[in-house]
């Protein structure tokens, strides 16, 4: 239950940056994953959080309790998003080419977007006690999921927006109609159709009939441990076929800001015999983790010092026992999950 905050409230209005503070402190952790979801990306996600801070500080005045405060700065991230989206400007249309000039064919474009990037898990601690509204369709650790993220960015602006406001958040249909400035009907248009983008894509990706909702996931298990184990101990060890055991038959690989797609394990053992385990390639990991799911830390020995340098984080879907598909990204991310950019070499 959201705490009484008149004094703090009016002590805002009156010019107090501190009560302001104290104010949206228990809800800019929530707003910052609020505007992940929308964006993708990180660091527009820090960049539309800080501006939807300051909107809320300039228009406080314009609080008039009609809502809860939680609520109305809801409100004003999801608009803020949704006119970052418009403006486009950050967003890369041509991805970079790939620094690896000898990889195989893809076998298709990938559904990732160029400006894709994990969300460490250390900054969802908080993230599962606040419960979602009793609208809401998808779990939170689903609702933060590598996957479900991807299958976000699918969506145009609007729809993205309400399946959020409606599906992960659970607010009901008239409250996100007035938080986007709307009619009920045309929220509920844009649910439709957004629902039925998001759910074909996760089941592509889990490999599960449409029909069928998609469990809940329990991170980080004892299975999920020993399925890493064996990841680090195949990559540390230049293993490609400890490597590929670990893969269902129909895993994807993808690669952003590259948008391609290596699916199957046929094409995902080329993959990785052209680039990761080229010959003379030696590698140590570090484990960590990103959208509630496992990842690792890749980093790469430097044949002219004692040292590994850091070469891409990999994030990790899993089904039981095998791994269903591997995200890499480029060392651009790391420093966000606490990950050095060299290691030293080990005895």
Not at 151 to 174: S, W
Not at 177 to 196: F, I, N, P
Not at 323 to 330: L, Q, R, S, V
Request: hydrophobic share 40%; with cysteine; glycine share 4%.
């Amino acid at each position: 239950m959201e705490m009484d905050t008149t004094d703090l409230i009016a002590r805002a209005r009156a010019g107090d940056q501190n009560a302001f503070r104290d104010l949206v402190q228990e809800h800019s952790h929530e707003l910052q994953v609020h505007c992940y979801r929308i964006l993708g990306s990180l660091q527009d996600a820090e960049d539309a959080l800080q501006e939807t801070l300051v909107s809320a500080w300039r228009n406080l005045g314009d609080f008039g309790r009609r809502s809860s405060l939680r609520t109305w700065l809801y409100k004003i991230a999801t608009n803020r998003c949704l006119s970052m989206l418009r403006a486009d400007s950050r967003r890369p249309r041509i991805a970079p080419p790939l620094p690896e000039a000898t990889l195989p064919e893809p076998t298709g474009a990938g559904d990732a977007p160029p400006w894709l990037e994990p969300y460490p898990d250390v900054l969802l601690d908080h993230l599962v006690d606040r419960r979602p509204g009793p609208e809401a369709r998808y779990e939170t650790t689903e609702a933060i999921s590598l996957a479900f993220i991807t299958a976000l960015q699918l969506l145009p602006p609007r729809q993205r927006a309400v399946l959020v406001l409606r599906d992960v958040l659970g607010y009901h249909a008239a409250e996100a109609a007035h938080m986007l400035d709307a009619t009920q009907e045309s929220v509920q248009s844009a649910l439709k159709r957004a629902r039925a983008t998001v759910d074909n894509h996760l089941a592509d990706s889990s490999g599960t009939d449409t029909g069928n909702r998609r469990p809940a996931r329990q991170p980080d298990t004892a299975a999920e441990h020993r399925l890493v184990a064996r990841l680090t101990d195949a990559l540390e060890r230049a293993d490609l076929d400890a490597l590929i055991e670990l893969l269902v038959s129909d895993v994807r690989l993808s690669m952003p800001p590259a948008m391609l797609e290596y699916r199957g394990i046929e094409t995902a053992q080329r993959f990785f015999a052209a680039s990761t385990f080229r010959p003379g390639r030696t590698y140590r990991v570090v484990t960590t983790r990103a959208n509630g799911q496992p990842a690792v830390g890749l980093y790469l020995a430097d044949p002219h010092a004692s040292v590994h340098r850091a070469y891409a984080l990999l994030v990790i879907s899993t089904a039981g026992d095998r791994i269903t598909a591997i995200t890499g990204f480029n060392t651009s991310v790391m420093t966000r999950f606490g990950l050095p950019r060299t290691l030293p070499e080990t005895d």
